[in-house]
């Protein structure tokens, strides 16, 4: 089963993020590690799409899809935004960026889980994280 939900481009809209993940996840036995690296993760993802990718631009929306098939938990975001290459960001690690209010997200989000793609999609793009419980 897939779980969707959509939410217009404001950072508001990320406190809907952690009880939607609470709601599809509930039943699958994820430990309290496993559920907190997925919060991050996924709010991590979700406000990228709403602020890099649809300039918080509110006539656009992230689209979150969750799915579970043993042993996987996927989370998908979908934002309307260009797209970007993951491997050409400023290095978050290097000393001359250390002390930037941003840049560590795609680094967050790839240490914690299993898997993480950003692709560019027609009309837009898209995160999926995979984690293997």
Same mark, same amino acid.
Request: glycine letters at 6%; hydrophobic letters at 35%.
């Given at each position: 089963m897939i779980h969707r939900l959509t939410l217009a481009s404001s950072t508001s809209n990320l406190q809907y993020v952690e009880p939607f993940l609470r709601q599809c996840t509930q039943s *699958? !036995? @994820?430990?309290d590690e496993q559920y907190s690296n997925c919060v991050i993760a996924l709010t991590e993802a979700v406000n990228n799409g709403i +602020?890099? !990718?649809?300039?918080?631009? /509110?006539?656009?929306? +992230? +689209? *979150?899809? *969750?799915?579970?098939?043993?042993? /996987? @938990? /996927?989370?998908m975001v979908q934002d309307e935004g260009s797209g970007f290459d993951p491997d050409s960001l400023p290095d978050p690690t290097n000393p001359e960026n250390l002390l930037l209010d941003g840049g560590r997200g795609v680094l967050i989000i790839r240490a914690l889980m299993t898997r993480a793609e950003f692709l560019k999609i027609p009309n837009g793009a898209q995160t999926r994280l995979e984690l293997d419980i």
């Open positions: *699958i !036995g @994820l430990s +602020v890099h !990718g649809n300039k918080r631009d /509110t006539s656009k929306s +992230v +689209v *979150i899809e *969750i799915s579970f098939e043993h042993p /996987t @938990l /996927t989370m």
